[in-house]
C-alpha cells in the first residue's frame, strides 16, 4: 500500500508542480504584494479598503449581485434538472446539447447579445411597445436587474448540470415507495426528492457564486462604469490608477471570499452525504 501511494504520488508530481508554479505561486505573490507598500510589511491597504464607504459599497453590491445572481440560476434550474431527470431518449441528448452548447459560446460574445436585448430600442422594449404592455421603452441596460438576469444565463449551465447529475443517480423508486404510502407530491418532493438532491444544490450553487462574484466582462457589458463590482475595481486599480497594492488588496479579499465558498460548500456536502 504504501509503494503503491508512492507510486501514485510520483505520478501527480509533474501536475502538482505545474499547478503550483502557474496558479499557486503567483496567488501567493499577488497575496504578498497587498501587504506591501514601498517594500515594507503594511496593512494600510486593508485599513483604507475597509474604511472607505465606497469600497465598501461596492463589495456589498458585489455580494448582492452575486446571491441574487445564484438564488436566480437556482430557481431556473432546478425545474430544469428535474425534467432533464426524467426525460429519455432523443429528448434528454436535446437538453444536454441546450446546456452544453452555449458553454462553447465566449462569455463576450453572450454578454454582448443581452446587452443587445437590453437597448432602449432593443428587442424587449419593442415587443413590450408593439403590445401595448409600455408607451415609452423602459431603462434596461446599465441596471442592476439586467445584469442579475444577464449573469443567471450565463451561469446556468452551471447549476443545472450538479443538480441534474445527482437527481439522475437517485433511486426511482424512492418517489414510487412513497405513492405506494399515500404521500402527495408536495410531502414526496419536500422529503424525498429535495434532501436528496442537496449535495446537487451545494456544488451548483458554490459554482454559479464563484463565478458570479468574479465576473468581470458581464458586468462591463451590461452595466459599464456606473456600477462597480470588486472585479471592476481590481482592473481599475491595477490599469488607470496605477495602484498595484490596491489591486492586490482587492484581489486577495475576492480570493478569500472565493476560498471560504468553496470550503464552505465542501464541508456541507460532507456533512449533507454523511447524512445520507
Same mark, same amino acid.
Given at each position: 500500500?504504501?509503494?503503491?501511494?508512492?507510486?501514485?504520488?510520483?505520478?501527480?508530481?509533474?501536475?502538482?508542480?505545474?499547478?503550483?508554479?502557474?496558479?499557486?505561486?503567483?496567488?501567493?505573490?499577488?497575496?504578498?504584494?497587498?501587504?506591501?507598500?514601498d517594500?515594507?510589511?503594511?496593512?494600510?491597504?486593508?485599513?483604507?479598503?475597509f474604511?472607505?464607504?465606497?469600497?465598501m459599497? *461596492? $463589495?456589498?453590491? &458585489? !455580494?448582492r449581485?452575486?446571491? +441574487? #445572481?445564484?438564488?436566480?440560476?437556482?430557481?431556473?434550474?432546478?425545474? @430544469? =434538472?428535474?425534467?432533464?431527470?426524467?426525460?429519455?431518449?432523443?429528448?434528454?441528448?436535446?437538453f444536454l446539447?441546450?446546456?452544453?452548447l452555449?458553454?462553447?459560446?465566449?462569455?463576450?460574445?453572450?454578454?454582448?447579445?443581452?446587452?443587445?436585448?437590453?437597448?432602449t430600442?432593443? *428587442? $424587449?422594449?419593442? &415587443? !413590450?411597445?408593439?403590445?401595448? +404592455? #409600455?408607451?415609452?421603452?423602459?431603462?434596461?441596460?446599465?441596471?442592476? @436587474? =439586467?445584469?442579475?438576469?444577464?449573469?443567471?444565463?450565463?451561469?446556468?449551465?452551471?447549476?443545472?448540470?450538479?443538480?441534474?447529475?445527482v437527481?439522475?443517480?437517485?433511486?426511482?423508486?424512492?418517489?414510487?415507495?412513497?405513492?405506494?404510502?399515500?404521500?402527495?407530491?408536495?410531502?414526496?418532493?419536500?422529503?424525498?426528492?429535495?434532501?436528496?438532491? +442537496?449535495?446537487?444544490?451545494?456544488?451548483?450553487?458554490?459554482?454559479?457564486?464563484?463565478?458570479?462574484?468574479?465576473?468581470?466582462?458581464?458586468?462591463?457589458?451590461?452595466?459599464?462604469?456606473?456600477?462597480?463590482?470588486?472585479?471592476?475595481?481590481?482592473?481599475?486599480?491595477?490599469?488607470?490608477?496605477?495602484?498595484e497594492?490596491?489591486?492586490?488588496?482587492?484581489?486577495?479579499?475576492?480570493?478569500?471570499?472565493?476560498?471560504?465558498?468553496? +470550503?464552505?460548500?465542501?464541508?456541507?456536502?460532507?456533512?449533507?452525504?454523511?447524512?445520507?
Open positions: 500500500m504504501i509503494r503503491r501511494a508512492e507510486r501514485i504520488g510520483f505520478l501527480a508530481l509533474p501536475g502538482l508542480s505545474f499547478l503550483a508554479i502557474i496558479y499557486a505561486l503567483p496567488l501567493f505573490m499577488l497575496l504578498l504584494k497587498s501587504f506591501q507598500i517594500g515594507q510589511f503594511s496593512i494600510l491597504e486593508y485599513v483604507t479598503f474604511s472607505d464607504n465606497y469600497s459599497s *461596492v $463589495l456589498w453590491r &458585489t !455580494l449581485v452575486a446571491f +441574487l #445572481t445564484t438564488g436566480l440560476a437556482l430557481l431556473i434550474a432546478y425545474p @430544469t =434538472a428535474i425534467i432533464m431527470a426524467r426525460a429519455k431518449g432523443i429528448w434528454l441528448s436535446v446539447v441546450a446546456m452544453v452555449p458553454m462553447s459560446v465566449g462569455v463576450i460574445v453572450k454578454a454582448f447579445a443581452w446587452s443587445i436585448l437590453f437597448r430600442r432593443g *428587442v $424587449l422594449n419593442d &415587443t !413590450l411597445m408593439s403590445l401595448g +404592455l #409600455t408607451e415609452a421603452p423602459i431603462r434596461m441596460l446599465f441596471t442592476e @436587474t =439586467a445584469l442579475i438576469i444577464g449573469a443567471a444565463n450565463v451561469f446556468l449551465p452551471f447549476m443545472v448540470l450538479p443538480i441534474y447529475t437527481l439522475r443517480q437517485m433511486d426511482s423508486r424512492l418517489p414510487e415507495a412513497t405513492v405506494s404510502l399515500g404521500a402527495t407530491p408536495v410531502f414526496r418532493f419536500m422529503n424525498v426528492t429535495l434532501p436528496l438532491s +442537496l449535495p446537487g444544490v451545494v456544488a451548483g450553487c458554490a459554482f454559479t457564486f464563484s463565478l458570479a462574484i468574479s465576473m468581470y466582462v458581464i458586468p462591463s457589458l451590461i452595466v459599464g462604469e456606473r456600477q462597480q463590482t470588486l472585479s471592476m475595481l481590481t482592473a481599475r486599480s491595477f490599469l488607470y490608477l496605477r495602484n497594492a490596491l489591486g492586490a488588496t482587492i484581489s486577495s479579499i475576492l480570493l478569500i471570499i472565493a476560498i471560504s465558498v468553496v +470550503l464552505g460548500s465542501s464541508w456541507l456536502a460532507s456533512r449533507l452525504g454523511a447524512r445520507q
